[in-house]
């Protein structure tokens, strides 16, 4: 792939490229963009064969709970997805992107946007260096949008042209240590909710990478919650979820 693709979760946002694309020049973006991608282990991901976690959310602006289960395999885009589609109906996959015009309706329809939507809050930080569709501004320090005191504001706008939702909006406050504190997320179509203010929480590691699991604030002036359970990179191939799976699940 070489641009980012946007997609509605059920009325969340989000965003995302399970293959990571060609990278932006480094000249075409701010010195920030890298060093918030380092922070989080941007160096090291072509170690990883495959990642898997459990995506939680509660969103009471559209009155959603779900739960959701992925292994995704970077190398080969191949996706394992275990929980229900929109009737509530069971629905456990294995696809592999590449081939996904013939895959059934569920899996086009609901399964694979919602793979972009999960991942990209996991991964989101690799994504201002890997996404081709959007531009990334260093706006320096600007107040929290939640909490108190300040923090380096950095502005990726998504291209409105291609993609699910063209012109969304991220604007990510990162302190000091290179690491996000708090979201704010502008929709930009008319899907809802078009706006998102949330924290970046509970820290750990997996393996090379570092993942935020927790995500509180607010959707559209409601009470939003977002979790990642079960978080892990695996260098061994899915089959092998032991010692060469490194777990980082909340608690």
């Not at 970077?74 to 996959?93: F, L, R």
């Not at 329809?109 to 991942?119: A, Y």
């Not at 994504?127 to 504001?153: C, F, I, N, Y």
Request: hydrophobic share 35%; net charge positive.
């Amino acid at each position: 792939m070489t641009k980012a693709h946007h997609v509605p979760m059920i009325g969340v946002l989000l965003i995302g490229v399970l293959c990571p694309p060609a990278r932006v020049s480094a000249q075409q973006r701010p010195a920030i963009a890298d060093q918030i991608a380092k922070t989080y282990g941007l160096d090291s991901f072509g170690q990883i064969d495959a990642i898997r976690y459990t995506f939680n959310v509660d969103l009471a602006a559209l009155k959603v709970k779900l739960s959701r289960s992925w292994v995704w395999e970077p190398k080969t885009d191949q996706i394992s997805y275990e929980g229900k589609d929109k009737a509530g109906n069971p629905v456990k996959v294995t696809y592999s992107r590449s081939q996904l015009a013939s895959q059934s309706a569920v899996v086009k329809e609901e399964v694979d946007p919602g793979v972009f939507n999960d991942q990209y809050w996991l991964l989101f930080p690799f994504h201002l260096v890997w996404d081709t569709g959007a531009t990334v501004e260093d706006a320096g320090m600007q107040k929290l949008p939640l909490g108190k005191g300040s923090a380096r504001k950095v502005a990726v706008k998504y291209s409105s042209d291609g993609g699910y939702t063209p012109g969304d909006t991220w604007e990510l406050y990162v302190g000091t240590d290179g690491r996000i504190r708090e979201l704010l997320f502008k929709h930009g179509g008319t899907a809802k909710p078009s706006v998102v203010i949330a924290t970046w929480a509970d820290y750990k590691k997996a393996g090379p990478l570092l993942l935020s699991l927790d995500h509180r604030g607010t959707a559209d002036g409601k009470p939003f919650h977002l979790i990642l359970l079960e978080c892990g990179r695996q260098t061994g191939g899915v089959k092998h979820l032991g010692e060469r799976t490194v777990s980082c699940s909340r608690g």
